[in-house]
């Protein structure tokens, strides 16, 4: 039976009108630094971005099972860093959080701030801290540090969740943390074998773009059209993804606040499905290859838009 990936990050109602506002401020801050730290992006890095935001976004709709009738996917953020280096991975991760928001109705509009700090900020800082501070070390104690980078990112990113829900008034601390960090170190470690296997692929094809003296990696035409190439492979796996919920919402089920939820005032393509074909795998597919088209192609051109304004 196929299926539609189900939403995957916090939706509005969730966090209280001053948590919102508050990560909101936080993540406008860093992302200002982080654009302020991307200037000098060399021209041949920018499509490089692209595709990683392309596939990180495909990735992210592969919900795979873990205990208890859940399931859990890759977040991606640490990955983006360690790959593109911890600014530029930042803005991968905020251009796929926001179109995901934007376009698929996957989480709030107004907890979006708090979405992409979670799930991009604090994801590619940890992932990225981890990966360098085994700089000059053997490969293997490279890719050990990228896979616990990973792991800590999940767990960093549901802490913080949990202490978002506890601070809005939506759960109990005692109740929500142990749950959200309980079933966010299993599907940490799907996160930590996803990156150690990426990044060891990597590793064996091109390790140039892991070349720890450059600032963010850059890549040919032909490394450019192999990455697009997996994100549409990865895309045509979605609708194999599992149907159960994410990690968040198990949580929201069990702890009773799943009500909470607000819808999106609008709807596009929600559910990552095309409404006119409705919840097949076909339709999820199309959606799929819509967002990540839309995801990669939005920040080559901010990049490239950016680049020329500062010239």
Do not use: C
């Not at 928001?101 to 590619?124: C, E, P, R, W, Y």
């Not at 979605?238 to 949580?251: I, K, M, N, Q, T």
């Amino acid at each position: 039976m196929l299926y539609s990936p189900t939403p995957l990050h916090i939706p509005d109602g969730f966090l209280s009108l001053t948590v919102s506002i508050f990560f909101w401020l936080i993540t406008l801050v860093v992302l200002s630094v982080a654009v302020r730290r991307t200037e000098k992006l060399d021209e041949k890095q920018v499509p490089l971005m692209g595709v990683m935001a392309a596939f990180i976004f495909a990735a992210q709709m592969i919900n795979f099972p873990v205990a208890g009738g859940t399931s859990g996917h890759l977040l991606g953020g640490a990955l983006a860093a360690i790959m593109l280096g911890p600014w530029a991975g930042m803005l991968v991760m905020t251009s796929v959080v926001a179109v995901q928001g934007l376009l698929f109705q996957d989480g709030g509009l107004l907890v979006m701030g708090a979405n992409i700090f979670n799930m991009g900020l604090l994801t590619a800082a940890i992932g990225f801290g981890l990966y360098k501070a085994a700089e000059g070390r053997t490969r293997a104690v490279k890719l050990g540090a990228a896979g616990l980078g990973a792991w800590l990112s999940v767990m960093a990113g549901a802490l913080f969740a949990s202490l978002q829900l506890w601070l809005s008034g939506t759960a109990r601390l005692d109740i929500v943390m142990p749950a959200m960090l309980g079933i966010h170190a299993l599907i940490g470690l799907g996160e930590a074998l996803i990156t150690v296997a990426a990044l060891s692929f990597i590793f064996r094809t091109r390790p140039d773009l892991l070349d720890e003296s450059k600032n963010a990696a850059q890549g040919g035409r032909g490394w450019v059209w192999v990455g697009g190439l997996v994100s549409l492979f990865v895309v045509f796996l979605s609708p194999f993804a599992s149907a159960a919920p994410d990690g968040l919402e198990r949580v929201a089920i069990n702890a009773g606040f799943i009500s909470t939820s607000a819808d999106a005032p609008y709807s596009i393509l929600p559910d990552y499905t095309l409404p006119f074909l409705g919840e097949t795998g076909l339709s999820t597919i199309l959606a799929g290859i819509v967002g990540a088209l839309v995801v990669g192609v939005l920040v080559v051109l901010l990049l490239r838009g950016r680049a020329k304004a500062t010239e």
